[in-house]
């Protein structure tokens, strides 16, 4: 059981000891500023990465008298998501490191435990639930709590992974897990904060983040030019990396009217900008794929697709390209960010989900 020390995963742990369950708690340990280039910033570890939680998590353990680890993960984790993260920002797109982190890491790291430990399952305190299909697939299936539900950040498990997960939280809503706190002698524990930000990147500045982890990169990309959809320069910025599609804040620019970033080129070192229409698309390409319910898809197929993890998804067909899908939307959406995955659903089913690449009308000097 995966334990991160929150309110989540610690009573997802003790609801599967209750129905007896022979539970092993693992606490992951991902990140540190030491290990990521920012010790120098005095900051505290914070989110999963914090020692008050590892310690969280190990009293729940003994307190149930269940067994528990520390997993020290750092080498793996940073090798492979914070590296990512660096390399797609500097790629110009928009990186989603816990998707990366779920798919590539913590679920391997999980499995590889298990396995050493004679475990059949590993769990975890995620809001969404595992179901197989009549075709003998394993997929997964929306939380029944929609202000909670994270099938989304989990498209890239793999069915290996699928078959031998159990997710206890699937059938509940938030309310009835800070009940379960409480029944379970937590008090505390039902009113801990959470943590949105990205555990490497506590002070949420990931263009600090950015400075620090690639030398020199501030005054290799400052000076690069804003210009409009039809190449006209409008001032200058303070280099690609730092901006993100959809943007409107902290631009620094004032063009008498409110504007947004719409494309980015690292090849030339532009920021596209322009209005809020500006950010509407009618197509997407799609690779990196991994697909749950189905084998794959059939050419046209209808699925509903969320472009981040707050969408609520737009109906749109699906057809095969090289590698890839191409996505074409029954209206456009708004903001299609390189980088970030690309989810599609049959009603509350994830089919399968990818990385976008690019969107249509893209904007060319």
Sequence with gaps: MAMSGGIDSTVAALMLHKEGYEVVGITMKTWDYASSGGGSTGKKETGCCNLDSFNDARQAAVQHGFPHFILDIRDEFGDFVIENFVDEYIAGRTPNPCVMCNTHIKWRALMKRADALGCDFISTGHYAQVHQHDNGRYFIRKGIDDTKD???????????????????????????????????????????????????????????????????????????????????????????????????????????????????????????????????????????????????????????????????????NLFTYENGINVRFYHDVKGVAPGQSAVFYEGNDVIGGGVIQRSGQPFAL
């Design 150 to 316: 994270q099938s989304y950040a989990l498209w890239g498990l793999q069915q290996d992974l699928l078959s031998r997960t159990i997710l206890p939280l699937s059938t509940y809503h938030k309310k009835d897990i800070r009940q379960m706190a409480h029944d379970f002698g937590y008090p505390e524990l039902a009113k801990k904060s959470e943590s949105y930000e990205i555990c490497f990147v506590p002070d949420n500045d990931y263009r600090g983040f950015l400075k620090r982890k690639v030398e020199g990169l501030e005054e290799r990309v400052d000076g690069g030019s804003f210009v409009d959809k039809d190449g006209k320069i409008l001032g200058k910025h303070k280099g690609y990396p730092f901006y993100t599609i959809g943007q409107r804040k902290g631009l620094e620019i004032a063009l008498g009217k409110p504007a947004f970033v719409t494309e980015i080129i690292p090849e030339t070192n532009t920021v596209v900008l322009g209005s809020e229409d500006d950010l509407n698309r009618s197509e997407m390409k799609v690779a990196k794929l991994n697909w749950m319910k189905y084998e794959g898809i059939t050419e046209g197929m209808e699925a509903v697709t969320k472009i981040r993890y707050k969408d609520k998804g737009a109906v749109s």
